[in-house]
């Protein structure tokens, strides 16, 4: 009985190609038509893995992790000093998606600079801020600016300690004027003290104390007063809101 053998299906020429021009492993520069070149790993045509990014447009360089075609891991930017020629580092720390996202180090200047927690490239979380006229915040963040509980010690030794919203005193803190060796101890609306109670604080080591000082306090509840004072703001300022 005759044996009929069936010739095997041979896969388009196209296919072949197709695979063999997909991008997969490490690779050696890649260039885009605008002048960008990556150089790293891939997987299925995309940026994954470990690899190199550098935009000819800004001269910006991204150095780390990379995610189906995406920063995502570890990674440091640099962008080019225009007075030195050389590159400076601009962020170090965690990527998602493209966009910042835990921990990391933003360097928005020589002597400005944030350590902290980040989310969708804001700061966002706890962290530390470095200022460039020697403030330094330290606390809680929320759309890039501090949100929540707080220290802001300025450059001259004084701080406020306590809360903050939207980048302002905002609630209930505290303000050591060290340098008069003095403490207020109040309620802010919007950077600006509302109520509260003024008391010497250290005046005998302030380098810079005050006249005379404070005399004591002689109510009998001067807690009381302050929460009554404190009641009265907050309802004639809820019926502004009314009005």
């Known amino acids: 009985m005759p044996v009929f053998k069936c010739p095997r299906k041979s896969a388009p020429l196209w296919k072949g190609w197709e695979e063999k021009a997909r991008k997969n492993g490490r690779r050696h520069h890649v260039y885009a038509v605008n002048g960008d070149h990556y150089v790293g790993e891939w997987k299925d045509n995309l940026r994954h893995g470990k690899g190199t990014q550098i935009w000819k447009k800004k001269g910006a360089i991204y150095e ?13 930017l640099s962008l080019p000093d225009g007075e030195t020629g050389k590159y400076r580092r601009v962020y170090s720390g965690w990527w998602k998606g493209d966009r910042k996202s835990g921990y990391g ?22 962290g530390r801020m470095y200022y460039s006229n020697g403030d330094i915040y330290e606390g809680q963040w929320w759309n890039d600016k501090p949100h929540g509980a707080g220290m ?3 450059k001259n030794g004084n701080r406020y300690e306590g809360s903050w919203e939207r980048g302002r005193k905002h609630g209930h803190g505290r303000f050591f004027h060290l ?3 003095q403490l207020f101890e109040g309620f802010w609306v919007e950077d600006v003290a509302k109520c509260g109670t003024m008391i010497d604080f250290g005046r005998e080591e302030a380098p810079a104390p005050t006249q005379f000082p404070i005399p004591k306090l002689k109510l ?20 502004e809101e009314e009005d």
Do not use: C, M, N
């Open 220 to 239: 009998l509840d001067p807690d009381g007063v302050l929460q009554d004072a404190l009641a009265v703001f907050k309802q004639t300022e809820e019926e």
């Open 64 to 76: 780390g992790d990379w995610k189906f075609g995406k920063r995502d891991g570890y990674g440091t």
């Open 179 to 181: 340098d008069h060796g």
């Open 105 to 126: 180090i933003q360097f928005f200047g020589p002597k400005e600079y944030y350590e902290g927690e980040w989310w969708s490239s804001q700061r966002s979380g706890w």
């Open 152 to 154: 802001l010690r300025l």
